[in-house]
Structures are given as C-alpha cells and as structure tokens.
C-alpha cells in the first residue's frame, strides 16, 4: 500500500499506530485525508496534521468503532449505543478538523437520540470500507484469515468492513 500512488485515503483504525511505521507510513506521506479512530495514539505526526488542519479526524468510543465496523460487515446501516448519551459525541461540536490557523473549521454535527425503555441511545451508522487492510498470522485463496493476540481486537471487524 505504502508504494502505491494511492491518495486522498479515508482511514478507519483504534488508532494511526506511531511514526514512521503501519499507517504512520501513510500519514506522513501525506496521504490520509480522513480518520475514524478512538485513540489519538502516540504519533506526533498525526497530531500536528490534525492540529495544523491538514487532515480531518472523528474521534469515536473504542466499543462503539468496533460495534460499527461489525454492524458495516454485517450489512446492519445503523443502530443505537448509550455510549456518548449526553456528550460532545451525541451533542455535537467535536472538532473535526482545524484550519491552518487554529481555528475550527469542521465541528462533529449532533447524531439522532432516541429513547428505548426510557433511556435514552445515541444513533450510529455502521462502516463499510472500500479495502480493509489486517494483520493475520495465516490466510489462504480463498480469503480465511487466522488472527491471534491483539490481532484479535479490531482486525476479524475491519475484515468484515472491507469490501474487498
């Protein structure tokens, strides 16, 4: 992926991994345009092009990027969390991206709240990727992947994200 002349990449991970290295490669190649994540993580390059406004970022619960990367693989288009009930993420407001000056220029808009047995549950709308690119131990032609330790959190979810 690092080699192709690929740009203008909406990425979808926990997190942009660090400097120099997996997704850190494409940040500083300056081809990531968009992040869903939930963790910032400890790349000080995807912090200063977020900071300095040269790539947009939504910033999301960790259970809840996960919930919506099964929901995209599944074929569910949305579903409803309490996770965010009452904060910027259902409210609103989040920076999404900056302008070179430190202004805000793109701000998260409020997502649909609606009540089951009297509680309230924020709307979410599942993730369906063009590619997803995992860590397996194993995969064979046939596209069974095997995955284990930490491989296990989000890689079998991003997998059932990606359309190819």
């Given at each position: 992926m690092a080699a192709a002349a690929i740009t203008d990449l909406e990425i979808f991970s926990n997190n942009c991994g660090v400097d120099d290295y997996g997704l850190g490669i494409l940040?500083?190649?300056?081809?990531?345009?968009?992040?869903?994540?939930?963790?910032?993580?400890?790349?000080?390059?995807?912090?200063?092009q977020y900071l300095c406004g040269e790539l947009?970022?939504?910033?999301?619960?960790?259970?809840?990027?996960?919930?919506?990367?099964?929901a995209g693989g599944t074929g569910i288009p949305a579903f409803y969390t309490p996770a965010g009930v009452g904060t910027p993420v259902?409210?609103?407001?989040?920076?999404?991206?900056?302008?070179?000056?430190?202004?805000v220029a793109v701000t998260s808009p409020?997502?649909?709240?609606?009540?089951?047995?009297?509680?309230?549950?924020?709307l979410e709308h599942g993730i369906v990727a063009d590619f997803a690119l995992v860590h397996a131990v194993r995969g064979d032609t046939e596209g069974n992947?095997?995955?284990?330790?930490?491989a296990l959190n989000f890689n079998p979810l991003a997998a059932m994200a990606g359309r190819c």
């Open positions: 940040l500083a190649s300056k081809r990531v345009t968009r992040v869903t994540a939930s963790y910032v993580g400890e790349n000080r390059e995807f912090a200063r947009e970022v939504e910033l999301i619960p960790q259970g809840t990027l996960a919930e919506r990367l099964r259902g409210d609103g407001g989040l920076p999404w991206k900056y302008t070179t000056d430190g202004a409020a997502k649909e709240i609606r009540e089951f047995d009297s509680r309230p549950y924020v992947l095997v995955f284990e330790k930490s």
